[in-house]
């Protein structure tokens, strides 16, 4: 499985952008799909997943402030990310699993990331 994050870029606090993630190879159909973030000196955090039956779980620093999503024909999944703060300023990397595993941090396949910066 190969995957192409991208949507990253530069905003002010409180400003929003859209991450997209494409994956392509062989992807089965009941998978998880997640997007984690790194700052640097940190370690890197999950921020959300979501099944490809449409389940989701977040983080509790981005609950009501993202949304991930996906479009199971397209093989895209999606973040959704608004009043975005200083503190949200990583490199975002998506991530594909096989099978249902909302709370799981371990994946097997990692896309480039995509850099996200937040002015305050």
């Known amino acids: 499985v190969q995957l192409q994050a991208s949507g990253g870029g530069f905003v002010q606090s409180g400003g929003s952008l859209r991450l997209f993630c494409a994956a392509s190879g062989s992807i089965l159909s009941r998978n998880t799909m997640a997007w984690f973030r790194q700052a640097p000196g940190n370690q890197r955090e999950m921020v959300a997943a979501?099944?490809?039956?449409?389940?989701?779980n977040y983080a509790d620093f981005v609950k009501g402030r993202f949304i991930a999503s996906r479009d199971n024909a397209r093989n895209t999944m999606y973040l959704q990310m608004d009043a975005l703060e200083p503190e949200d300023t990583a490199v975002y990397y998506c991530?594909?699993?096989?099978?249902?595993?909302?709370?799981?941090?371990?994946?097997?396949?990692w896309g480039q990331g995509t850099q996200v910066t937040v002015s305050s």
């Open positions: 979501v099944t490809s039956g449409g389940s989701t």
């Open positions: 991530a594909w699993r096989q099978g249902w595993a909302l709370s799981s941090t371990s994946y097997a396949y």
